[in-house]
């Protein structure tokens, strides 16, 4: 059965680098999400995108985020400058298109630990 | 604003016993609605969801939910739980075909022996 592939599943950054959650959607899957939950909290929502571009941001998603389908299967979420408060775990998830077709797939998440 | 909200961060019920998790939500059009189940350290599985086919919705594992548009109600119930239903279920509601879902607070399921 096709899945959502995430990696790393752990990532461990000091405060201000860079870091770089990678996802791979469903293959045919044409609507792409970005979650994130922070320990012990709710899943949040923090951007879609669709036909390249981003359909709707939450105020989550300021500047230090973006999102990129950089080559047609990958899709990632960058964070330019990280803070402790981005310690979470981010879920992508992809959504096919259709009537009635609402379910968003979602991967195993990626950890984020800020140091 | 659209919100869901789950009634119990924290249930807990024997073994064997009805497992009835809460969902609200709040909504000026019609909504889509979903259960998700996450078991510890794990991503989020769907459980079952409602399109606007049937009220009553059967999903995995032997767990359904009734929509109830007058109560703005989701509710999850199974008849008899199992110890290895033990997880955190989350309500998501969403509203047009590519939108975001917007999730409740979660409500932990514990089941004793």
């Known amino acids: 059965e096709p899945e959502v592939t995430q990696t790393p599943s752990h990532q461990v950054t000091q405060m201000g680098q860079e870091v770089i959650l990678r996802c791979v959607p469903i293959?045919?899957?044409?609507?792409f999400y970005w979650y994130r939950q922070i320990l012990g909290q709710k899943v949040e929502f923090l951007v879609s995108?669709?036909?390249?571009?981003?359909?709707?941001k939450s105020e989550i998603f300021d500047d230090q985020f973006s999102v990129e389908r950089p080559d047609g299967s990958n899709f990632t979420l960058k964070i330019r400058s990280t803070k402790l408060e981005d310690s979470a775990m981010y879920f992508c998830?992809?959504?096919?298109?259709?009537?009635?077709?609402?379910?968003?797939?979602f991967g195993p998440g990626t950890r984020l630990t800020v140091l | 604003a659209q919100s869901v909200t789950q009634l119990g961060s924290h249930v807990s019920v024997s073994e064997g016993a009805l497992v009835l998790l809460r969902c609200n939500y709040s909504?000026?059009?019609?909504?889509?609605l979903f259960w998700y189940v996450q078991y510890p350290n794990q991503g989020l599985q769907l459980l079952l969801k409602?399109?606007?086919?049937?009220?009553l919705v059967k999903g995995i594992n032997g767990f359904e939910a009734e929509f109830k548009k007058s109560e703005t109600s989701f509710h999850l119930t199974k008849p008899s739980a199992h110890m290895s239903d033990a997880a955190e279920y989350f309500c998501?509601?969403?509203?047009?075909?590519?939108?975001?879902?917007?999730f409740g607070q979660g409500t932990e399921l514990s089941v004793k022996p």
């Open positions: 995108f669709y036909n390249n571009e981003i359909s709707e």
């Open positions: 293959s045919n899957h044409l609507y």
């Open positions: 409602y399109t606007s086919a049937a009220t």
């Open positions: 909504s000026s059009v019609p909504p889509y």
């Open positions: 998830a992809s959504k096919t298109l259709g009537q009635g077709a609402n379910e968003q797939f």
């Open positions: 998501a509601v969403t509203f047009n075909q590519g939108g975001k879902l917007i």
